[in-house]
């Protein structure tokens, strides 16, 4: 038969998926000038090492399927870090939740992250710095849009509706009883003993704590309270809200101090310095604003950018941390309000959260969970919860022991450290253990990496 020379000058390829489990998935045949690896500049090995899969090839694919006739040059594999590096903020299959994560919270001794995921309706309790899902909390029948974590560690609130839960074992305590339309923000003040509440029908509820009788209603917001915060010395409780204000009211007593004004939009997020002095505010406007307290005047105004979602102050109060529908963070010096780093990201940065030592910064990007090392800004790992990554995503299992002296076994991404005195298992997922080379070991840090088929090798010792 004759060969069509023009169907040849022409190469198709068939993007193809074998899971572990034996499924397959097959995507249409399409058109491309040569290999994505050769357009991105790296090898084969490189562009298999990277972990791409028929559906992330297939992202970078337009509407229709098909291969445009150059790459363009926002395509992700054209990014400067290695082929086998992760862009920066890229957490690739490995999901924490199942939708977009709106709040996070670090205890105050610094092992446990709590997550909130909106609609997905559960609060995860992860540990640190390691970042294993430690529990899952599933009592919730509502979207969950804030939790905190009270100053002795052992109590962790959530909304909507208002639940208080023991730490670290997860148990439900209580629901409060007596709130009305969707529980926007929790704090909890420094004292542990009061709760603060706000809320989408324009009030700020007060509850003592534990055992979460309601003190008090406060008005004065003409919309929705997007935020609550308590002051460093529990004195002041700061509210932001749809109505483009920020109200300071005195405490105990709940009275209304003062209104601040300058936001031409919602305002999404406010935050205290560790010594109270300062008041940062961002907004849908695109601002941060920062405030000297208690006058409430305004410092400083930091330069626009696209919705500013979430914010936090490291604990020497030297660096601000911005997230924002952008899909960067950006890191600012205090009190001056320059700009030191900008991170990119793949999704919306909705949450942040400093950890007590300052050392590390957690960011809900989308659904999912990145920790990062701070002051450097740089991606340490990402949080990953088998149930809901897709089949594609992969992660290694490791035994550790607990504080109690227990075995626990979880899992972290591929190429995650191997935590302090943990060993790399095989169970259902992939993964295998690679020994440190010998300048490394008497560090004793290894790596554990993932493989199609599970192997499972004697640890090093």
Known sequence: M???????????????SVFDDGTETRAQIV???????????MTR????????????????????GAMAATT?????????????????????????????????????????????????????????????????????KRRVYSVAISPDGKLLASSTPIRLWNLPDGALLKTLEGTKGPIYSVAISPDGKLLASGSGVKTINLWNLPDGDLLKTMEGHTDAV???????????????????????????????????????????????????KLLVSCSNDGIIKLWSLPDGGLLKTLEKQGVVESLAISPDGKLLVSGSSDQTIKLWSLPDGDLLK?????????????????????????????LWSLPEGELKTCLIDLKVSPPSAKGATVNALNEYGQIISYTLPCGSPLPAGATCTCNCVP????PPKPQESSGGSSNCTCNQVCTCVPVYR
């Open 45 to 64: 090995r490189g562009f298999i090492g990277a972990g791409m899969t028929a559906a992330a090839v297939l992202a970078l694919l337009p509407k229709g």
């Open 342 to 370: 900008t991170i990119g990201n793949q999704s919306v940065v909705a949450s942040l959260a400093i950890s007590p030592d300052g050392k590390i910064l957690a960011s809900g990007i989308g659904s999912d969970i990145s």
């Open 226 to 276: 997007q935020h609550v915060t308590f002051s460093p010395d529990g004195k002041l409780l700061v509210s932001c809200s749809n109505d483009e204000t920020i109200k300071l009211w005195n405490l105990p007593d709940g009275d209304l101090f003062k209104t601040l004004e300058g936001h031409t939009a919602v305002v999404r997020y406010v935050t205290f310095s560790p010594d109270g």
């Open 2 to 16: 004759k060969t069509n020379k023009q169907t040849i000058e022409t190469p198709r390829f068939e993007l193809h």
């Open 431 to 434: 993964g295998s253990y690679s």
């Open 31 to 41: 058109p491309v000038n040569k290999p994505v690896w050769m357009d991105a500049g």
């Open 72 to 140: 363009p040059a926002t395509n992700r594999m054209e990014r400067t870090e290695s082929a086998d590096e992760p862009a920066v903020g890229d957490c690739g299959d490995c999901r924490a939740h199942s939708d977009i994560v709106l709040s996070l919270a670090i205890s105050p001794d610094g092992k446990l992250l709590a997550s909130a995921g909106c609609d997905d309706l559960t609060i995860k309790i992860w540990g640190l710095p390691d970042g294993a899902l430690l529990k899952t909390l599933e009592e919730n």
